[in-house]
Nanobody
Framework: QVQLVESGGGLVQAGGSLRLSCAAS????????MGWFRQAPGKEREFVAA???????TYADSVKGRFTISRDNAKNTVYLQMNSLKPEDTAVYYC????????????????????WGQGTQVTVSS
């Protein structure tokens, strides 16, 4: 069983920055691929960023160049640094763990992830 707890959301003006954190339980965190997803009201959950065991990463085109995903295996934590925020980034942000990932796996589809956090709200005002 893996528990994920997100933090760091809030209200920020357009152009501002936030850093989301996701603390994970479990002794084998370093072998999980981790992802961030978001869901805006009335929209489907969408992929934001993901990071493999080895630190390889991939991003949605909409956040590429503005967001950075990273992980600290010693702290069992994954981060999402969000810069140059836009009103369209407003959503509930979820972290997720893919405990079945292989060494270089970076999944972008929600069904690939088997554990999810409760979400943290990010609101960007114009």
């Amino acid at each position: 069983q893996v528990q994920l707890v997100e933090s760091g959301g809030g209200l920020v003006q357009a152009g501002g920055s936030l850093r989301l954190s996701c603390a994970a339980s479990g002794r084998t965190f370093s072998s999980y691929a981790m992802g961030w997803f978001r869901q805006a009201p009335g929209k489907e959950r969408e992929f934001v960023a993901a990071i493999s065991w080895t630190g390889g990463n991939t991003y949605a085109d909409s956040v590429k160049g503005r967001f950075t995903i990273s992980r600290d295996n010693a702290k069992n934590t994954v981060y999402l640094q969000m810069n140059s925020l836009k009103p369209e980034d407003t959503a509930v942000y979820y972290c997720a763990a893919d405990t079945g990932a292989t060494l270089f796996t970076i999944a972008t589809m929600p069904p690939s992830y088997d554990y999810w956090g409760q979400g943290t709200q990010v609101t960007v005002s114009s």
